[in-house]
């Protein structure tokens, strides 16, 4: 089978921990016999500085044209400026937005081997297995009104809004649901529903179509308790279904739990996976950022954009074997002692991103 994808390296290290995403597709497709076949483009910073936006209507058409795209990261100190009229996040959101990309599944997991690489204690980590999807085109991010004015009395005022309508709530929901069903059958939709009438919304929703999947366990959690259990009880977690805002935040504090913001990929699906039609439209991207102090040096993980990529066989182009053998790759060259600069400690082989790739691709 051929598959296009659309490559998005962005700033900072992005360009190098995709380079070496691209090497682990490219060891897939001569091992599994796929041809995979990249479309690149610009987005964030040096989007900005080339064209003036962070991303162009000709880029995103691109995307939309490919089976599935590849982010590397966004952003950067050059164009940190908070006046700026074009912001590299924008093309970020632009594109999340434009594409339909609802569904950011974002998985955690304690390797045995990293437990020692991590600043909790490893029997508070010691077998956290948890995925957060969180929703990704509502909420603060795009609810309006949404902008910065200057009162009558001359004082400065700001507004964001929270807006969530029914559907976008349910068809978030039922990812997490269809997503439980695969794994431990546990979800945890979380909220803030003694304050916000979103979250009440959001936990009634949950509520209701709970009852169309009574082999799943649902609890509703407020967003502070959850943030304290996250590092007090991880391993409780299964599958938590959050907004936008909410998520973001608590799969920051959730990497931790794996030892490296380094080592957790991401896809966010313009559909429903793991159902009827396990496919879905998706963009690849590790959670961390563009670490500009280190762009270049070779010394970024490239493991969280490897494992996004494996995501992407898996959920955007229905290779679940060969999103394994990515996955068992990875797990042995960690096994085998190498460590890039970020989760290094003693007695470990330190590498360079391009290294950590080579071994990945000759393991697959
Ligand atoms: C993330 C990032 C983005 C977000 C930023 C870069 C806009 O933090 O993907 O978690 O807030 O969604
Ligand atoms: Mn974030």
Redesign the pocket.
Known sequence: MKYLVAVLPGDGVGPDVVNEAIRTLNAVGRRFNHEFQYKFGLIGGISIDKHGRALTQETLQMCSECNAVLLGA??GPKWDNPQAKARP?DG??TIRKELDLYANLRPVKMLPMMENSTSLKPEIVRGVDLIVVRELTGGL?FGKPKKRWITKSGARRAVDSMVYTEKEIDRLIRVGWEIALKRRKKLTSVDKANVLESSRLWRQIALEISAEYPQVKLDSMLVDACAMRLIQNPTYFDVIVTENTFG?IL??EASLLSGSMGMLPSASLAGIPEGKNPRAFGLYEP?H?SAPDIAGLNQANPIATILSAAMMLHYSFGLSREAAAVESAVLKVLEEGYRSKDIMSAGMKQVGTIEMGKLIEESI
Do not use: N
């Open positions: 966004v952003g996040e970020l959101l991010y973001d799969t920051d959670i950022g």
